[in-house]
T-cell receptor, first 113, second 111 residues
Framework: GAGVSQSPSNKVTEKGKDVELRCDPI?????LYWYRQSLGQGLEFLIY????????KSGLPSDRFSAERTGGSVSTLTIQRTQQEDSAVYLC???????????FGPGTRLTVL | QKEVEQDPGPLSVPEGAIVSLNCTYS??????FMWYRQYSRKGPELLMY????GNKEDGRFTAQVDKSSKYISLFIRDSQPSDSATYLC???????????FGTGTQLKVEL
């Protein structure tokens, strides 16, 4: 079956601009996660959605970062007023209810000039 | 100090060798342990998933967890050039949602 899909695959933007990254999880997976992968930092958790529950936003690095999940499926991660330190690969994952096996998408490579 | 430590490598081995990849951790609340493989410019691919201590085998891959030592390992038998990738360990607490990752070990299997 289809895996997690993300778009765009690459995004180049100028400092100060807003960007939106999209994630389409595996069909039937109720949990959705966003992670960020930076050079030297590894993979860092950003935010978690599970069904209709309030999201776990504990990993968001600043209030410039926000995410939403509409209809329990597609999610959008928004970064406002981008900074150069936001340059990274943004990875989305989804899992069945238990969340122990998380399946990742190919990521969006964000470059802030 | 990071919660999960992993030697970044690079680790270079000849084809057919047995590869041992390891992670140590400090959080005794971790109960679920995973290994992911990540090829260059691709997303991580789940290889192995284990709960608590013990061994799990899947084809050429064996995952070991020693909770008393806070140490996990991934063994790859009969390594192939196609195994060349970065291997990431990841862990999760019983009631938690997020995965905590090691920084990854870069493996190169040479002909």
């Amino acid at each position: 079956g289809a895996g997690v899909s993300q778009s765009p695959s690459n995004k180049v933007t100028e400092k100060g601009k807003d960007v939106e990254l999209r994630c389409d999880p595996i069909s039937g997976h109720t949990a959705l996660y966003w992670y960020r992968q930076s050079l030297g930092q590894g993979l860092e958790f950003l935010i978690y959605f599970q069904g209709n529950s309030a999201p776990d936003k504990s990993g968001l690095p600043s209030d410039r970062f926000s995410a939403e999940r509409t209809g329990g499926s597609v999610s959008t991660l928004t970064i406002q007023r981008t900074q150069q330190e936001d340059s990274a690969v943004y990875l989305c994952a989804s899992s069945r209810n238990t969340g122990n096996e998380q399946f990742f998408g190919p990521g969006t490579r964000l470059t802030v000039l | 100090q990071k919660e999960v430590e992993q030697d970044p490598g690079p680790l270079s081995v000849p084809e057919g060798a047995i590869v041992s990849l390891n992670c140590t951790y400090s959080n005794s609340a971790f109960q679920y342990f995973m290994w992911y493989r990540q090829y260059s410019r691709k997303g991580p691919e789940l290889l192995m998933y284990t709960y608590s201590s013990g061994n799990k085998e899947d084809g050429r891959f064996t995952a070991q967890v020693d909770k008393s030592s806070k140490y996990i390992s991934l063994f790859i038998r009969d390594s192939q050039p196609s195994d060349s990738a970065t291997y990431l360990c990841a862990m999760k607490t019983g009631g938690g949602n997020k995965l905590t990752f090691g920084t990854g070990t870069q493996l190169k299997v040479e002909l």
